[in-house]
């Protein structure tokens, strides 16, 4: 619980900052500033709905819809928290850098310091158009993000030279897929591609590592069922070359009977 409360009071301090760079220096009217105020507590409170959800066992028919909207949104807000944090800092060196060049003129030449002369609303202007900019770029990220997160992973090929090796496994071919989280946004088409990429690879030996699913068995069993159909040759064809190993801190109802751990 206590974990919660960090998180909590942490999120809430990114999402404020965003709302006080973004939204108070736009001016806009009180009912559209509380709009938009109404709408960064809601981004705030939407990444945490599918966490309770599942730690309910709950599984509402607008769980997945949602899970997409609040995971999408939180990594879009934590973008542009950034990009602002990134901005502000900026602005406030490029001051520093000013004043102390007005200052520096005026020790060694003797001019006179020149007083900020930038037009307030010209500041303004300028900040808003920003911040704009920053929206549209947060925005463009996500979405390579999105993409990058659902397409089939790539097949990076390592070769791992050892010593003494015995001959019967010299080429010998282990395929490693690991941290699946099978869960709201992760279903069985993509755990289905991932299948079929490993299968044509014809590996000697595959290894499942890291967190398989992030729910329970009774939610996820149809969309980790393709796992089944992995294969990789053996001696004995009915028993394919398949190693589990799942670290402690996975969810233990998608503990498969036989699975490995590492601390056990």
Same mark, same amino acid.
């Given at each position: 619980?206590? +974990? +919660? =409360? =960090?998180?909590?009071?942490?999120?809430?301090?990114?999402?404020?900052?965003?709302?006080?760079?973004?939204?108070?220096?736009?001016?806009? !009217?009180? $009912?559209?500033?509380?709009?938009?105020?109404?709408?960064?507590?809601?981004?705030?409170?939407?990444? +945490?709905?599918?966490?309770?959800?599942?730690?309910?066992?709950?599984?509402?028919?607008?769980?997945?819809?949602?899970?997409?909207?609040?995971?999408?949104?939180?990594?879009?807000?934590?973008?542009?928290?950034?990009?602002?944090?990134?901005?502000?800092? !900026?602005?406030?060196?490029?001051?520093?850098?000013?004043?102390? %060049?007005?200052?520096?003129?005026?020790? +060694?030449?003797?001019?006179?310091? =020149?007083?900020?002369?930038?037009?307030?609303?010209?500041?303004?202007?300028?900040?808003?158009?920003?911040?704009?900019?920053?929206?549209?770029? *947060?925005?463009?990220?996500?979405?390579?993000?999105?993409?990058? %997160?659902?397409?089939?992973?790539?097949?990076?090929?390592?070769?791992?030279?050892?010593?003494?090796?015995? $001959?019967?496994?010299?080429?010998?071919?282990?395929?490693?897929?690991?941290?699946?989280?099978? *869960?709201?946004?992760?279903?069985?088409?993509? =755990?289905?591609?991932?299948?079929?990429?490993?299968?044509?690879?014809?590996?000697?030996?595959?290894?499942?590592?890291?967190?398989?699913?992030?729910?329970?068995?009774?939610?996820?069993?149809?969309?980790?069922?393709?796992?089944?159909?992995?294969?990789?040759?053996?001696?004995?064809?009915? *028993?394919?070359?398949?190693?589990?190993?799942?670290?402690? !801190?996975?969810?233990?109802?998608?503990?498969?009977?036989?699975?490995?751990?590492?601390? *056990?």
């Amino acid at each position: 619980m206590g +974990f +919660f =409360v =960090v998180v909590i009071l942490a999120l809430t301090l990114v999402y404020g900052y965003i709302g006080w760079r973004m939204i108070v220096p736009a001016t806009f !009217s009180l $009912p559209v500033s509380l709009l938009l105020w109404a709408l960064i507590v809601a981004l705030l409170i939407l990444p +945490f709905v599918p966490i309770f959800t599942r730690m309910q066992g709950s599984h509402p028919f607008w769980a997945d819809p949602l899970a997409w909207a609040a995971y999408l949104s939180f990594g879009f807000m934590t973008l542009l928290f950034a990009f602002l944090i990134a901005k502000d800092v !900026s602005f406030l060196v490029a001051g520093v850098v000013q004043k102390s %060049a007005h200052w520096i003129a005026h020790l +060694f030449n003797g001019a006179d310091i =020149v007083a900020d002369s930038v037009d307030p609303e010209r500041r303004r202007m300028l900040t808003n158009a920003v911040n704009v900019g920053l929206l549209g770029v *947060s925005g463009a990220l996500t979405g390579y993000g999105l993409f990058e %997160a659902t397409r089939t992973p790539r097949v990076i090929e390592v070769d791992v030279p050892l010593a003494n090796l015995p $001959p019967a496994l010299d080429r010998f071919r282990i395929v490693q897929i690991t941290d699946l989280h099978v *869960s709201h946004t992760i279903k069985r088409p993509w =755990v289905q591609a991932v299948v079929d990429t490993v299968n044509s690879l014809n590996p000697d030996l595959v290894a499942l590592t890291g967190d398989l699913a992030d729910g329970s068995v009774a939610r996820l069993r149809d969309d980790v069922a393709p796992l089944a159909d992995l294969t990789a040759p053996t001696v004995d064809s009915s *028993s394919p070359a398949i190693m589990i190993i799942i670290p402690e !801190s996975s969810n233990g109802s998608m503990r498969p009977p036989g699975s490995v751990s590492p601390c *056990s």
